[in-house]
């Protein structure tokens, strides 16, 4: 009996925009990087990110971005390469309408993580985490600042593992 091919990692994804990307104003944010790199990438990370990503991948995930902004893959990659973070998948809003929208008639979300074997996605928008059931994937909404964001979303990540793992056993 030939089994089907199984993937070693679940995989949780973030968007970038009012997630891992804040306005220091309103969300504690990460150190700003050195010169010249900080006019390179004005963008600052939510603080705790970089610990966060490298803490899922120690335990085992994928970790991937999942945004609807047109930032290019390698600007995202050389962001993080500051914040010593390397991700194991980039999807942009360029990749997604290539890749899940292509030639569809019907009007797909912004984001569809199931497309990509996302079982975890991190957003803000309450419309992309509504759609988790209809398309396939679980989500977990960050709004605003939250001290304890790190250990809700590690949290939340190994509840969807349990699932994840059964989900895996069960499919022959």
Avoid at 92 to 110: F, G, M, W, Y
Avoid at 161 to 172: G, H, S
């Amino acid at each position: 009996m030939e089994k089907k091919m199984q993937t070693d990692k679940m995989r949780v994804s973030f968007d970038l925009d009012e997630v891992l990307f804040v306005f220091p104003e309103n969300v504690k944010a990460e150190p700003e990087l050195k010169f010249p790199w900080n006019r390179i990438y004005k963008e600052r990370l939510r603080l705790g990110t970089p610990d966060l990503i490298n803490r899922l991948q120690e335990l085992g995930y994928e970790v991937w971005v999942y945004t609807s902004s047109y930032r290019t893959e390698k600007y995202v990659k050389g962001l993080f390469r500051h914040y010593g973070v390397k991700f194991d998948g980039i999807v942009n809003a360029t990749r997604h309408l290539k890749e899940v929208q292509r030639d569809s008639t019907q009007i797909l979300p912004q984001k569809v993580p199931s497309r990509y074997r996302i079982a975890l996605h991190v957003d803000d928008e309450t419309v992309i985490c509504s759609y988790g059931r209809e398309f396939g994937f679980e989500a977990f909404q960050l709004d605003g600042p939250d001290d304890e964001w790190k250990e809700k979303v590690i949290a939340r990540a190994e509840e969807v593992k349990k699932k994840w793992e059964l989900r895996q056993k069960e499919t022959p």
